[in-house]
């Protein structure tokens, strides 16, 4: 039979100002959920509360120290059961007096095995509470390393990361986060896929003082970002699971591959503060920003028909200029996917037959036809360099080749024929705006992605060759780096490689309601269209207050 840990999520309604009640209702609920076999039981952000305070002295008659009364509570229950309880509860330091936004881990002997206060106040949170001043909670248990977060440390991947850095195989989460409002769906399952760790993901429901939370939902996600289980109840709900072990330790096959394939020494870029300025565009000497029209340019093309494939590309510009010009625009980028020229690689030892310098003749004939059509280009090609193979993204303008990015973090079948870039993440000027480009597996790490973000790039251009559908939706998370970002996917089959098309153009906004979002087929060539404006891009907003230093180490297995 094989080794398994039982999990519980509270999934409680829990009363505004009614500690009281809130407490006794947690306990009832916690008892049941360690009665049914849960070694590991989440309960929800504030839950001791409810969220909505707007000041100190709103809050201060529901504070207390940790350990406190509730832990000893709580405490109690956990040593009679022999469990695990995580709990968020408002917490005075009896030092300084200062109040944060907590979650405690208790342990099966009833001590705090540790806390975390909440990285990232989020809404009216600002009012009465300080910014976490603690290190990311990462605690052993008799199961493995777990981490601990709180809600909003979610929507940026630092935390979360420095937990797996940590050796953290389990996330934690205490939540209150209604569904209305930049939905944590994504957000969870992109810090589990990225990480590969299991995430539980404790919100909760019922009616706050200023926020509706019954549509909320709770999610224990595995790590590949599927969703396990999950709940949506207006009435207090326990949400049971189960998490494998082997040899009685979490067990998670992928969290050594990912974390392995991290580039640190690419990542010194995140560690910048340009957005703490009041004028980050003078400091970052960005391009005046105006709206411009881009295009996705998903098509099929042939293995190893590199000749028959730039015309199919030249012929897909004339497409989408005159499709732009029949919506009444003047097209100004196109992204064209991953290994456009060559097609997909199924045969390594034919790589350095399909291959050619860049620049050479294919990104000759892409130049004369950007200057035709007065507009730029980003594709992906097979690039040599003497004896040397490289995944290469261009950026063709009317004015010549203008730049190029070697993919950094190298796929399993990359691996196989190219070798990895060793400059640094790339941006240029254009006249609408500032430009960043990645390629396909590099959406795995969003230390790419903030690298550039931080140095003021308005869209990302990704060309991609993807063929995961379950990670797929690792893209749309990326919109939390607060950048428009383009994908350009290529579809169909190549001997063994089989690309999804579902190319993306998803407009960044702070504002929820005015992000928009195109997405193309699975199967068929595609050109979208869309006007974005850099504008909504540069006032960025970054979780700071984290260990450098630890983000920038290689990682280390446990």
């Not at 999610?219 to 009685?248: C, M, R």
């Not at 035709?372 to 490289?390: A, P």
């Amino acid at each position: 039979m094989p080794e398994e840990v039982r999990v519980a999520l509270i999934h409680a309604a829990i009363k505004w100002k009614d500690k009281e009640h809130n407490l006794r209702r947690l306990l009832a609920l916690n008892e049941e959920a360690a009665a049914g076999g849960a070694r590991i039981i989440v309960n929800p952000e504030l839950a001791t509360t409810g969220y909505a305070f707007e000041s100190r002295r709103d809050i201060s008659p529901f504070v207390e120290s940790v350990p406190g009364p509730t832990t000893e509570l709580f405490g109690a229950l956990a040593r009679r059961y022999g469990v695990y309880i995580c709990l968020g509860l408002p917490e005075v330091d009896l030092k300084s007096g200062i109040y944060y936004n907590t979650a405690v881990l208790i342990g099966p002997d009833g001590r705090v095995m540790g806390e975390h206060r909440k990285l990232a106040p989020a809404f009216k949170e600002n009012l009465w509470a300080a910014r976490g001043n603690l290190p990311v909670l990462v605690a052993e248990t008799c199961f493995g390393r777990v981490g601990v977060l709180i809600c909003a440390d979610t929507y940026w991947y630092k935390a979360a990361r420095m937990a797996a850095l940590k050796g953290a195989r389990v996330l934690l989460i205490p939540a209150n986060w209604p569904p209305h409002h930049y939905p944590p769906e994504v957000f969870w399952r992109a810090r589990a896929l990225e990480n590969g760790v299991y995430v539980l993901a404790c919100n909760r429901t019922g009616q706050d003082k200023t926020m509706n939370c019954n549509a909320s939902q709770s999610f224990i996600i595995g790590p590949d970002g599927s969703v396990l289980k999950e709940v949506q109840s207006a009435h207090d709900t326990i949400l049971y699971g189960t998490l494998p072990l082997k040899n009685g330790r979490f067990f998670t096959s992928g969290a050594g591959v990912l974390l392995g394939d991290r580039r640190p020494e690419f990542y010194a870029g995140i560690t910048l503060d340009t957005f703490s300025q009041f004028e980050p565009e003078a400091l970052l000497g960005l391009p005046a920003g105006k709206e411009f029209a881009v295009a996705t340019v998903q098509f099929a093309p042939q293995a190893k028909q590199p000749v028959r494939n730039t015309r199919r590309i030249l012929s897909l510009l004339d497409q989408a200029a005159d499709l732009a010009a029949r919506r009444g625009m003047k097209l100004d980028l196109v992204v064209f996917p991953e290994l456009a020229v060559s097609g997909a690689i199924s045969q390594p030892s034919q790589a350095g037959e399909l291959a050619e310098p860049v620049p050479g003749p294919v990104t000759v004939e892409v130049v004369r036809k950007a200057e035709k059509l007065d507009l730029y280009v980003v594709m992906g090609v097979l690039e040599r360099e003497d004896s040397q193979l490289f995944n290469t993204a261009v950026l063709i303008g009317p004015a010549g080749l203008l730049g190029k990015y070697r993919k950094i973090h190298l796929s399993p079948s990359d691996r196989e024929w190219a070798r990895p870039g060793q400059e640094d993440f790339c941006f240029l000027d254009l006249p609408f705006g500032r430009v960043g480009i990645l390629l396909g597996y590099d959406l795995f790490f969003p230390e790419s992605l903030e690298s550039l973000a931080k140095q003021g790039v308005d869209v990302l251009c990704v060309p991609a060759l993807w063929n995961d559908e379950k990670s797929q939706f690792i893209w749309e998370a990326r919109i939390a780096e607060q950048m428009h970002l383009v994908v350009a996917n290529q579809w169909g089959s190549s001997g063994s490689f089989c690309a999804l098309g579902g190319s993306l153009i998803y407009s960044y906004s702070r504002y929820s309601e005015r992000r928009v979002r195109i997405v193309s087929p699975v199967n068929e060539d595609r050109i979208n269209i869309m006007l974005l404006n850099p504008q909504e891009t540069r006032q960025k907003k970054f979780l700071e207050e984290v260990d450098y230093d630890l983000l920038l180490t290689h990682y280390k297995l446990f």
